[in-house]
């Protein structure tokens, strides 16, 4: 059994002003689906109130740049976070001190969030930072 393919036509019909502009859609990518399949993506598209072929883009295109979880990068995560966290307690401490308070349970939980919103972001430019020597150190090299 032969399924009919439509071909792309090389030359546009429209007029020289209305060509594909950037930005705009003008590819296609195709799957086959078996009707299970076809029916459970769906389903998904319509519990999330979207067409059927926004669904599957927003999908493809998110699962495509995700950044996959790299060990050493969640472990230097961890690190930075401890490092800025002490760091920061350190100083808001010694700050409460000198003006005779205590340091507030308030400001410790701050300095734990912004550690905690901050670390893989910090963890990641770290890594690109020292790929970036890396790159630049190799490049020199005869």
């Not at 109130?49 to 961890?78: F, I, K, N, Y």
């Amino acid at each position: 059994m032969s399924n009919p393919r439509v071909q792309a036509n090389p030359q546009s019909s429209l007029p020289f002003a209305e060509e594909a502009k950037p930005g705009f859609r003008t590819k296609t990518a195709a799957t086959r689906l078996t009707p299970d399949e076809l029916a459970e993506i769906e389903a998904a598209a319509e519990a999330a109130g979207q067409a059927l072929s926004e669904w599957l883009r927003q999908t493809a295109l998110c699962a495509a740049r995700q950044r996959p979880a790299d060990p050493v990068e969640l472990v230097l995560a961890e690190v930075w976070a401890v490092r800025y966290s002490l760091l920061n307690l350190f100083h808001a401490a010694s700050q409460a001190a000198s003006e005779g308070g205590q340091l507030s349970p308030d400001s410790v939980l701050t300095i734990r969030d912004q550690a905690d919103a901050r670390k893989i972001q910090q963890a990641r430019k770290l890594l690109d930072d020292l790929f970036a020597r890396g790159r630049k150190e190799r490049a020199r090299m005869p």
